[in-house]
């Protein structure tokens, strides 16, 4: 199988601090990993693409400096959400690809954010 | 603006009885198509996928369907089961650029006993 794992699943703080959130693909290398967002009742919403050792591409609106992304290695990828607020809390999920030549994305379990 | 949207954000049905979810794409360059179940606090899993040279492919039960003259994909489940409740989303991929998916807004699934 294809198999991406997020952690933690739910994580909540207070507002101002730092929050890193892991997305591992455990039994393939993932050359491209996403990062979606998705607030209560809406569809995801793409926030950046990440190639290992390369930097993230953001989608417009998405702060990078606000929402780190880090790709170190072919089976890991991290969100760091820096100074959160409340309005930051949200349900954010990765997804990751094999190939670049392949289209299929496998999905994380997603990683419920609540800043208080 | 380029978009994936849906018909019916809620459809509700009677156990065993076939569903049909639909999907409007205005991108005419997308290439790839694909429908997610989503279950509440949980991520996206892959259902069915088809590409732009196809017009119908199947699975188990499911049967997906695009007719790319419309810009209309259409996902049928066949005797649909109380397990089958859940938010449905389709995603497309453009052909040229980035690899990354754009999602409609989702339809919720009821599936009534």
């Known amino acids: 199988g294809a198999v991406v794992s997020q952690h933690p699943s739910w994580v909540i703080c207070k507002s101002g601090t730092s929050v890193k959130i892991e997305c591992r693909s455990l039994?393939?290398?993932?050359?491209?990993m996403f990062w979606y967002r998705q607030f209560p009742k809406q569809s995801l919403m793409l926030m950046a693409t990440?190639?290992?050792?390369?930097?993230?591409?953001?989608e417009q609106g998405v702060e990078k400096d606000k929402f780190l992304i880090n790709h170190a290695s072919l089976t890991l990828s991290t969100l760091t959400v820096t100074s959160a607020h409340p309005e930051d809390s949200s349900f954010y999920i990765c997804?990751?690809?094999?190939?670049?030549?392949?289209?299929?994305?496998?999905f994380g379990p997603g990683t419920r954010l609540t800043v208080l | 603006g380029e978009s994936v949207g849906l018909h019916l954000p809620t459809l509700s049905v009677q156990e065993g009885d076939n569903s049909i979810i639909n999907c409007a794409y205005s991108?005419?360059?997308?290439?790839?198509f694909i429908w997610y179940k989503q279950e509440s606090g949980k991520g996206p899993q892959f259902i069915i996928d088809?590409?732009?040279?196809?017009d119908k492919r199947q699975g188990q039960r499911v049967t997906v369907l695009l007719n790319k003259t419309v810009k209309h994909l259409s996902l049928q489940i066949a005797a649909t089961q109380p397990g089958d409740s859940a938010v449905y989303f389709c995603?497309?991929?453009?052909?040229?650029?980035?690899?990354?998916?754009?999602f409609g807004s989702g339809t919720r699934l009821q599936v009534q006993p």
């Open positions: 088809i590409r732009s040279n196809m």
């Open positions: 990440s190639n290992e050792g390369s930097k993230a591409t953001y």
């Open positions: 995603a497309e991929k453009r052909s040229t650029g980035r690899r990354a998916l754009t």
């Open positions: 997804s990751a690809s094999k190939e670049l030549s392949t289209d299929t994305q496998y």
């Open positions: 039994d393939f290398q993932a050359t491209t």
């Open positions: 991108n005419s360059a997308s290439d790839y």
